[in-house]
């Protein structure tokens, strides 16, 4: 299996602008979850979901940002309009089940101008 | 929420030591799990361990989930263990939530 993909790998826009990050998850995962790492915050869980629906979205820093799963196999995550303290690296991740094993992708670092 | 301390914060190790790592939690949990960032920022699951002890090659993993403490072992530390090692938590009240620590930071010299 190619694990979890994310694109792009490196994200550089301008405050205002909209962002999009995307994620395949593993197949047969029916659990995704979206991660922002930042050195003054760690690793902070921003929203997941389960079958495709979202399941607790109480991460999510502002209305600004957004998520969806239209089908098992992707999701995006949103940003609009970003800020320069949106920069950080975000991570999807998958598992089977939310509560089993948990797989990461390579992340995307996104620079805010 | 559930607080989770890693220790020690910074690890500095010659190539060839054995060092142990600690994770502590401040309630009970349905399931807790390693994970170990490359210093190209990968993350990499190592264990899956909400109770008991795990052997992967030169790591291994005890929690015992009553005393609200994992463990985890590196042995003959090789320049590739280098990076930061995360322990992460789900609370019993929080199902698919992991919460993470703030990590040991391990540099292997050679």
């Known amino acids: 299996d190619a694990g979890v993909i994310q694109s792009p790998r490196h994200e550089v826009t301008e405050m205002g602008q909209e962002v999009t990050l995307r994620c395949k998850p593993i197949?047969?995962?029916?659990?995704l979850f979206w991660y922002r790492q930042t050195m003054m915050r760690g690793l902070e869980l921003l929203i997941y979901?389960?079958?495709?629906?979202?399941?607790?979205d109480s991460g999510m820093p502002e209305d600004r940002f957004s998520a969806k799963m239209p089908n098992a196999s992707f999701s995006t995550l949103k940003i609009q309009p970003s800020e320069p303290r949106d920069s950080a690296v975000y991570f999807c991740?998958?598992?089977?089940?939310?509560?089993?094993?948990?797989?990461f992708g390579s992340g995307t670092q996104l620079s805010v101008l | 929420g559930i607080q989770v301390e890693q220790s020690p914060p910074d690890l500095i190790l010659q190539e060839g030591a054995n060092s142990t790592l600690r994770c502590n939690f401040s309630d009970s949990v349905n399931n807790l799990q390693w994970f170990h960032q490359n210093p190209w920022g990968q993350l990499i699951n190592l264990f899956y361990?909400?109770?008991g002890t795990k052997q992967n090659g030169r790591l291994s993993a005890t929690t015992v989930a009553t005393e609200r403490y994992s463990l985890l072992y590196i042995s003959s530390s090789q320049t590739t263990d280098s990076g930061v090692y995360f322990c992460?938590?789900?609370?019993?009240?929080?199902?698919?939530?992991?919460?993470f620590g703030a990590g040991t930071q391990v540099v292997v010299t050679p």
């Open positions: 979901f389960n079958n495709n629906v979202p399941i607790d």
């Open positions: 197949s047969g995962h029916n659990s």
């Open positions: 991740a998958s598992s089977w089940l939310g509560n089993e094993k948990l797989f």
């Open positions: 361990i909400p109770s």
């Open positions: 992460a938590v789900e609370p019993t009240d929080s199902w698919g939530k992991l919460q």
